[in-house]
């Protein structure tokens, strides 16, 4: 072989090793990329009343919301459901402090994984009450789900969905923020973690000081 065609081949050898290592550099950072775990995506809690909710996730049909009393800076509408004991249980009963108002469902994933931080903030907090309404199901279900998870605060029962449609309740969990007059300061339409909820609660607290 010449000696000129021997280089020729040298270098076309080394061009092609250098195109492989190259090519399969950039294969590895591109699957190690795709690998990595996504970073949960909670709402901001200075977000609350912007639109988070789940989709594919609502048993509650709203037809009406022209005609629902709901309005921020006014008063909560009143309701009364039967709790978990039978007992009817009124929303104007916990006026004097202030009220998480829950909506949600034993199927719902992410009212799941947010019933452990609504127990811990009712739980932490002697001016609160987390009021837990849990849309449309049978009550020995729903008796079992919170037995399991030792969720103790109140709970009551909208049977029919009445109080969710209401409410425009259009996916779940979806939480309104009533303070201690029992006026409507804002909602949260989607999951929260506590330290959301905390931040909440004492935004509220600052309106009340305010007032």
């Not at 079992?144 to 209401?166: H, K, Q, R, T």
Request: proline share 5%; charged share 25%.
């Amino acid at each position: 072989m010449k000696k000129s065609n021997f280089i020729v081949l040298i270098i076309a050898i080394v061009l092609l090793s250098i195109g492989a290592v190259y090519f399969m550099s950039n294969m590895m950072g591109n699957n190690q990329e795709t690998a990595q775990p996504e970073e949960p995506n909670f709402p901001s809690a200075s977000e609350a009343g912007e639109p988070s909710t789940v989709e594919g996730e609502s048993p509650v049909e709203n037809e009406n919301y022209n005609d629902s009393p709901i309005e921020m800076g006014k008063e909560a509408p009143d309701f009364t459901l039967y709790d978990m004991d039978g007992n009817e249980r009124s929303l104007s009963e916990f006026k004097g402090k202030m009220v998480f108002l829950n909506f949600w469902a034993t199927w719902c994933q992410y009212c799941d994984i947010e019933m452990p931080d609504l127990q811990k903030i009712h739980d932490q907090n002697d001016d609160l009450v987390v009021l837990g309404v849990n849309v449309r199901e049978d009550i020995d279900l729903v008796r079992d789900y919170l037995e399991e998870g030792g969720y103790d605060f109140p709970v009551i029962l909208d049977e029919d969905g009445g109080i969710a449609s209401m409410y425009l309740v259009s996916g779940m969990p979806t939480t309104y923020f009533i303070d201690a007059e029992g006026l409507i300061l804002g909602y949260q339409p989607g999951l929260m973690n506590l330290e959301q909820m905390e931040d909440i609660l004492e935004q509220m607290r600052e309106l009340e000081g305010q007032l």
